[in-house]
């Protein structure tokens, strides 16, 4: 098992930036990679970005690019991701999640392990 644990979500105003990580602890050796997930009301739950746990390189969803930026702390096995310039379509409850199988995966099947979420609101 791997829990993960996020933390750092909250309300904003639209323009502002929040940081978000995500702990994980247990059987990390077996973790290839990790991804942000963020699910608003109503929708399906959607990949914000990935990052490979060999490389560090990351990819992100097109409407986060050049805002978001995902990194790692290898030593502390946690996950970040910086949200600059959030606008109110970035509500929604942000959840991390490691993968246990080699590669990585844009696909909310191709992850073993979830953490709790977090809530994210943008405000107008």
């Known amino acids: 098992q791997v829990p993960l644990v996020e933390s750092g979500g909250g309300l904003v105003q639209a323009g502002g930036s929040l940081r978000l990580s995500c702990a994980a602890s247990?059987?990390?050796?077996?973790?290839?990679?990790m991804g942000w997930f963020r699910q608003a009301p109503g929708k399906e739950r959607e990949v914000v970005s990935v990052i490979s746990g060999r490389s560090g390189s990351t990819n992100y969803q097109d409407s986060v690019k050049g805002r978001f930026t995902m990194s790692r702390d290898t030593a502390k096995n946690t996950v970040y991701l910086q949200m600059n310039s959030l606008k109110p379509e970035d509500t929604a409850v942000y959840y991390c999640a490691a993968r246990s199988r080699v590669g990585i995966s844009y696909l909310t099947s191709g992850y073993q392990y979830w953490g709790q979420g977090t809530q994210v609101t943008v405000s107008s």
């Open positions: 247990g059987r990390t050796s077996s973790i290839y990679s």
